[in-house]
């Protein structure tokens, strides 16, 4: 099982822009999102302290003010926060090499790096071992995808070099892709250019590659999420939700459904599908909710259906509405009687007037 690595130390990349999940990160950026009752971060957070980190450095930079009041110093988490921020955005390497320099890690070791916007099962502690054990320059983990274009893909060679880099590339040669958790060198950090913006997936590791230096692939299948895109992002709060990926910061028991203190369920709807409710949410008599993110204080009314979506604080969602994939952004009001699915994005404080928008084939 896993095993705990003391004194490791963490680089958290979240200072993206999360622009395909607008309207949801124009207020909040991806990695504070709330997810599954607890802002996205926590769970990896959580995580990577099961695995004995215990000191994270996060390289912020879009809405970079909102990480402290969120996490402050770590010590809730059991963890030593630095928070490191680019006055512009300095791409993946720039922020790595910038966040570095709150590091206290010795040339040789290893330093573990995250995407700010993943969930994964892996053995963390396995990937590190592996990276001291052959030596690498850096060692990436590695999943599958039915999709690679969307991401780095990562060919191998039989005793797991990676063989090239090619980051959304419309040809991949492999389904096997870069799953955005690294364990670095610390010399390999402190080798990239500082205060200049460098891309990891475009510069520094088709650079190493083509130098020689050992880039390792620690492959496995174990769960795994880009959180990204809306669809996406509900899909890992509702695995979350109904346990299919533990995390140890999940506030209450797995199941159909999760409500945070001050919600109001009604008895007579149907919440479930792994769906979150958050802070201060009201869901209706007779409404059906079903592996969706209710944000805080929204309010779902009776008889209307919310099925694989995302309702943004304060919004509301009138009587008889059907929601279906889709995103209602903070304070927005769909009247009665609408239908939105596949995709709708409802900006932020929109008053959507009654029966406006009908998504049927037979209109
Ligand atoms: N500090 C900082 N500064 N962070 C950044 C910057 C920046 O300029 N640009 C991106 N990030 C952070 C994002 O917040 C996110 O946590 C992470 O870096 C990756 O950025 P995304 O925008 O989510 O990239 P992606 O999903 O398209 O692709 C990346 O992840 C895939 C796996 O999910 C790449 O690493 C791919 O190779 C990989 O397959
Ligand atoms: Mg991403």
Request: charged share 20%.
């Amino acid at each position: 099982m896993e095993s705990s690595l003391p004194g490791l130390e963490a680089i958290l990349l979240v200072g993206g822009q999360g622009t395909r999940l607008r309207p949801l990160t124009l207020g909040t950026p991806k990695p504070l999102l709330p997810t599954a009752g607890v802002p996205f971060l926590a769970h990896q957070l959580a995580r990577a302290h099961s695995f004995g980190v215990r000191r994270i450095v996060f390289a912020t930079s879009y809405k970079a003010a909102m990480f402290e009041p969120a996490f402050g110093d770590g010590s809730a988490f059991g963890l030593s926060l630095e928070y490191m921020t680019e006055e512009t955005p300095l791409g993946t390497g720039g922020a790595i090499r910038n966040a570095a320099e709150a590091l206290t890690a010795a040339p040789s070791d290893p330093v573990l790096v995250l995407n700010g916007d993943i969930l994964s099962g892996h053995d963390i502690g396995d990937q590190v071992r592996t990276h001291i054990a052959r030596g690498a320059a850096v060692t990436l983990h590695l999943t599958e995808v039915d999709d690679p274009t969307r991401f780095g893909c990562v060919p191998t060679d039989g005793d797991g070099r990676v063989t090239a880099f090619l980051e959304k590339t419309p040809n991949p040669v492999t389904n096997r892709i870069n799953a955005g958790c690294y364990v670095f060198t610390r010399s390999v950090i402190d080798r990239i250019p500082r205060g200049e913006v460098v891309s990891v997936e475009r510069e520094t590791f088709p650079g190493l590659i083509e130098s020689g230096e050992l880039v390792l692939g620690y492959a496995d299948r174990t769960y795994w999420l880009d959180v990204g895109t809306p669809s996406a992002f509900v899909r890992g709060s509702r695995d979350l939700v109904l346990g299919r990926l533990a995390s140890p910061a999940l506030p209450g028991p797995a199941g159909e459904y999760l409500a945070l203190d001050g919600s109001d369920v009604s008895p007579e709807a149907k919440v479930n599908g792994g769906s979150a409710v958050g802070a201060g949410a009201v869901v209706e008599a007779g409404a059906v909710v079903s592996g969706s993110v209710l944000s805080d204080g929204c309010v779902v009314c009776s008889e209307a259906t919310v099925v694989d979506s995302v309702i943004g604080r304060g919004a509301r969602v009138c009587s008889g509405t059907v929601v279906r994939d889709a995103v209602i952004g903070d304070g927005a009001v769909v009247g009665p009687g609408n239908e939105l699915q596949a995709g709708v994005r409802v900006w932020p404080g929109v008053e959507l007037p009654e029966r406006a928008v009908r998504y049927s084939s037979d209109l």
